[in-house]
């Protein structure tokens, strides 16, 4: 089916918390969605994602949502911290680690003897298990017997896919995401995956808009009306930038907000990315290197915040803070960010944050701190676009405009870029994006006096005291 004759498109979209169900029109409207939570199982063997609550969802929606405009197009999307390991009949051999477990010490140690160097992955060894090939070297030393009747290796977000249709396939984006098992730039196995053998358990890489095969009967219930097609499926933050490149954008610094506070940013070479700074690629649907930087921003800002609502801050407090001299200094939370070896030292400096209004400007000025050093860890140099829960903080947003004075600030109106960039997929001609418009609103710099004297001394803090 051409474009002219898409219907429905359907993003299926698996979160660290929620799965949702969004259903676009082909014009990219977002018309009705359907939610349930994600589902995360202690030990043992260790913390696994349980994929079945996905699966009913998918059962009770997709046919509900058909009802209301036939499904032509389903896109899957996920986060890319997970791997599924399946046997010969197509059943997990292993559960679907969930990237919150904490390996042992010594396996993490094994690990760091034979993981691939920067120079080819492109990405530092994360904290906890978001690494794939840390989670698959710790199932196959662990587990060896389970991890032997392993015949195929799939990102989570192709996993999701294979549930509806059936079809195994992998993709670029899904595969690249600072996993260790890919060369970069040569965009084949790593040498660790070469080395170990898992590249032959690799499935055929699909492009993320290709169709992989039909949605199975067990999902369509009576009377399904679209074509459902399963598509091959996408990184969640990798959709999320691609929605701004269909917005005609080429020359900007996506600073895409939540759990993860990421820069993304097209211009940058790979050559300026510094593991000790939590710099990395993601590779995009089209197959280009696009370099990142990133903290735990939505839980650093909670932190710092404890328990004050974001609506809390003001500038005049930003003011006050910043000029008798409290700091909050990182990192708060088990990742360094774009502060090296800062992870779980931070603290507050000089007079504490009495009440909620304190705290919640204390965090926003915090978190444009960091945003800051994030954005010069990838020199970023054209417009800023923020997007997500910090694109909602007025008072952050007017500090990172006055902390980087040379630059443009823009807040994004997109709501839910993980699932209009997905959709956006299925509206892909012969490799051609389709041109979908994005609402910004430039963002008025705050005029806080001394406040680059507040940042050089917070920078001190910071840096120096390591």
């Known amino acids: 089916m051409g474009q002219d004759g898409l219907r429905g498109i359907a993003v299926v979209d698996v979160g660290f918390t929620n799965t949702k169900i969004a259903l676009f029109s082909k014009a990219g409207e977002l018309l009705a969605e359907r939610k349930a939570p994600s589902r995360h199982v202690p ?16 059962r009770s ?9 036939p499904i032509d197009a389903i896109v899957p999307t ?12 197509g059943k997990l051999a292993l559960p679907v680690m969930g990237y919150t477990s904490e390996p042992p010490a010594e396996i993490v140690a094994e690990y760091e003897k034979i993981m691939p160097g920067f120079d080819e992955a492109l990405c530092p060894l994360l904290p906890m298990a978001i690494t794939h090939g840390l989670q698959l070297f710790w199932q196959q ?29 992998t993709e670029i984006s899904s595969m690249a995401c600072q996993t260790h098992l890919l060369d970069i730039r040569a965009q084949a196995p790593s040498s660790m995956a070469r080395k170990l053998g898992w590249d032959a358990l690799f499935p055929p890489m699909a492009k993320a808009w290709e169709t992989i095969g039909a949605l199975k009967d067990e999902f369509r219930g009576p ?7 399963v598509l091959g499926g996408v990184h969640d933050s990798t959709a999320n930038f691609m929605r701004y490149v269909c917005a005609g954008l080429d020359r900007f610094t996506l600073v895409s907000t939540g759990t993860w506070s990421i ?12 593991p000790r700074r939590d710099t990395n690629t993601n590779t995009d649907v089209l197959g280009r290197n ?36 409290t700091y909050a200094v990182p990192s708060f ?55 997500g829960p910090f694109s909602q903080n007025p008072v952050l947003l007017a500090v990172l405009a006055q902390l980087r004075p040379a630059q443009k600030v823009k807040a994004s109106a997109l709501r839910d870029g993980t699932t209009a960039g997905a959709a956006a997929l299925a509206m892909i001609e012969n490799g051609k994006l389709p041109a979908i418009g994005i609402r910004m609103t430039d963002v008025t710099p705050a005029e806080i006096a001394g406040l680059a004297g507040y940042q050089a001394a917070w920078r001190t803090l910071a840096y120096e005291r390591r």
Request: aromatic share 8%.
């Open 43 to 58: 030990a043992p063997p260790y913390k696994h994602i349980d994929p079945e609550p996905m699966v009913a969802l998918c």
């Open 61 to 69: 929606a997709l046919p509900e949502l058909d009802a209301m405009l």
């Open 78 to 89: 996920a986060h890319g911290a997970a791997m599924a390991c399946l046997d010969a009949e």
């Open 141 to 169: 030393r662990a587990w060896p017997d389970d991890f032997a009747r392993v015949t195929t290796l799939l990102p989570w977000i192709q996993y999701v896919a294979f549930r509806l249709s059936g079809v195994r396939v």
């Open 223 to 229: 009377g399904f009306r679209g074509e459902a097609r």
């Open 263 to 274: 820069s993304f940013d097209p211009s940058t070479s790979v050559d300026v990315l510094d």
């Open 290 to 325: 696009v370099c990142c930087s990133r903290f735990f921003g939505g839980m650093e800002f909670a932190a710092v915040a404890n328990g004050a609502p974001a609506e809390a801050a003001s500038l005049a407090c930003v003011a006050a803070l910043a000029a008798r001299g």
């Open 333 to 387: 939370t088990m990742t360094s960010g774009p502060v090296p070896e800062s992870l779980g030292k931070g603290y507050v400096k000089g007079p504490a944050a009495e009440n909620a209004e304190e705290r919640a400007s204390l965090a926003a000025l915090y978190c444009a701190l960091m945003v800051s050093e994030q954005l010069d860890a990838v020199t970023s140099k054209d417009d800023i676009i923020v997007d």
